[in-house]
Nanobody, 126 residues
């Protein structure tokens, strides 16, 4: 059974850092992409970053380029999102999701993804 489990969220001051983890199980590694999405209260879910497990191709939203880094650990079947220089507007519930081939044309559209984790809260505040 496909499962995605996020961890690593918490409370951090502006300018601080967090590393989120997404542990995947129940499917063959290397044949899918994992995306990170976030949703703040009253706002739509938005794409943050994505990585293809097979070749490590990465994608980022303009709002996080230069601050966030997505990576994969094939041995652990886990994807990480390193978040640096955090801003209050980064506050949201962060979700990871899988997209199996054939991939859609838009990595940052939630409807392209097949399975979702439960989310982890990230709060950036003084």
């Amino acid at each position: 059974q496909v499962q995605l489990v996020e961890s690593g969220g918490g409370l951090v001051q502006p300018g601080g850092s967090l590393r989120l983890s997404c542990a995947a199980s129940g499917f063959t590694p290397g044949i899918y992409a994992i995306g990170w999405f976030r949703q703040a209260p009253g706002k739509e879910r938005e794409g943050v970053s994505c990585i293809t497990f097979s070749d490590g191709r990465t994608y980022y939203a303009d709002s996080v380029k230069g601050r966030f880094t997505i990576s994969r650990d094939s041995a652990k079947n886990t994807v990480y999102l390193q978040m640096n220089s955090l801003k209050p507007e980064d506050t949201a519930v962060y979700y990871c999701a899988t997209d199996f081939p054939p991939y859609g044309s838009s990595w940052d559209e939630a409807y392209e993804y097949d399975y979702w984790g439960q989310g982890t809260q990230v709060t950036v505040s003084s």
